[in-house]
Structure formats: C-alpha cells, structure tokens
C-alpha cells in the first residue's frame, strides 16, 4: 500500500503542482487536499493519511496550529511543513508543535519526494540543508555570545567540524573540504558527541528550541 498524503496549502496551482509531482511516484497516493488548516484537521479524521504536507500561513487556522492538533489527535500522522519562510522562528515553532520536518518552498521538488519517505518510512525527521544552517548558525552564534562552557571546550577545528556535519555533509565531504582523512573526521565526530552530549542534527535543532533560541 502506498504513502497515503493530504496536501494542505492555500494556494491552488502550489497545490496542483505538488500533486503532479507525487502522483509520479508509484509508492505515493494523494488521498485529500486543502486550502486552510481547520478542513485539514477534519480530512485527517477522515482519510487517516501517513503525512500532511503543510503550509503555515493558511486562513482559519494556520499549519502551526493545526499541526500541534494533529499530532495531539492523531497518533501515526506525520507532518512535514512546506513553506515559503525560512525564519527560525517559524522553522522553531513548527517543529516544537510536532512537525517531523521542515523544508522551504524554495527547494521543492526531488527533496520532497525523499523527505516523505524519510519521515513516513524511516520514522526520521527532515530539515533542508539550508533549514538546518539557519538553525545551526544561530545555535552557535547564541553560544558564543553566552560564552557556554559545553561550546567553548571544543577546539578550532571541532567546530568546523560540526558546522560542516551539521548541515548534512557526510564525513567523506567534511574530509575533502579540511584535506584530512574519513578517519580523521570520524575522530572529531566522536569528541564532539562526547563534549556536546548532541548524536545528530535533530537533537542539536530541538536542544537549540529548548535553550530558547529561536524566541518562540
């Protein structure tokens, strides 16, 4: 049975253009879709779909809310936001509501196609690369300006490590970018999860919310 899908956004040829876009894949179904927040929450009820791909800014009642409605209702339903705003604020408050990614209208494309299947079926959560910049350089922008003890124990090179790890480059790009070895890369991985406590971009994106960050 394929991945069940109700789009949920206010502009119409976004939402025919999305809907041609996942009626290609042949794991994919698009079983409702929707201009506002309130009609999505009753399709959901209704259609009991794997994932809503939801905007934020709709009328009646907009994607943050409607998410954090979702997830408290209905459990197994994934979101994954799709929106037009990149601004941490926004990126911090779907996600504290539940969301189980977050990509920019910008990127739409190919990305969405995988992220579906990443949070759907590898019960994973997907930010876009850029997303994750925003939140991450914010992260350590906030860090070195409160002097924190957990950042400031990290050498020159650990931080340029996990700058570039965390925003999605894999060990072998992070190596090519420095001129050191996978191996070497591998070693300052394991430091930084020790000293940080952090093991994947996740838990840094919702340890940056917890730390109050974004200013929800």
Request: glycine share 6%; hydrophobic share 40%.
């Amino acid at each position: 049975m394929g991945i069940k899908i109700i789009l949920a956004d206010d502009h119409k040829i976004m939402r025919e253009g999305l809907r041609s876009l996942l009626e290609k894949e042949s794991d994919m179904e698009i079983v409702g879709e929707t201009e506002d927040g309130q009609t999505a929450l009753q399709q959901v009820q209704k259609l009991a779909p794997d994932v809503v791909v939801m905007d934020i800014s709709m009328p009646n009642l907009d994607g943050i809310e409607s998410t954090r409605q979702i997830i408290a209702k209905y459990s197994g339903v994934k979101v994954l936001a799709l929106s037009i705003h990149s601004d941490k604020k926004f990126i911090a408050e779907m996600l504290g509501a539940g969301a189980s990614g977050y990509l920019s209208k910008a990127c739409a494309g190919n990305e969405l196609v995988s992220a579906i299947r990443i949070v759907v079926t590898s019960n994973q959560t997907y930010l876009s690369p850029h997303i994750t910049s925003t939140v991450t350089d914010d992260y350590i922008r906030h860090l070195s300006a409160k002097g924190s003890s957990s950042y400031s124990i990290l050498t020159a090179r650990e931080r340029e490590v996990l700058r570039l790890l965390v925003e999605g480059k894999t060990s072998k790009q992070v190596a090519l970018n420095l001129n050191v070895s996978v191996r070497t890369v591998e070693n300052h991985r394991n430091k930084i999860m020790d000293k940080l406590d952090i093991h994947n971009v996740v838990e840094l994106t919702r340890y940056a919310i917890r730390e109050g960050l974004s200013q929800l």
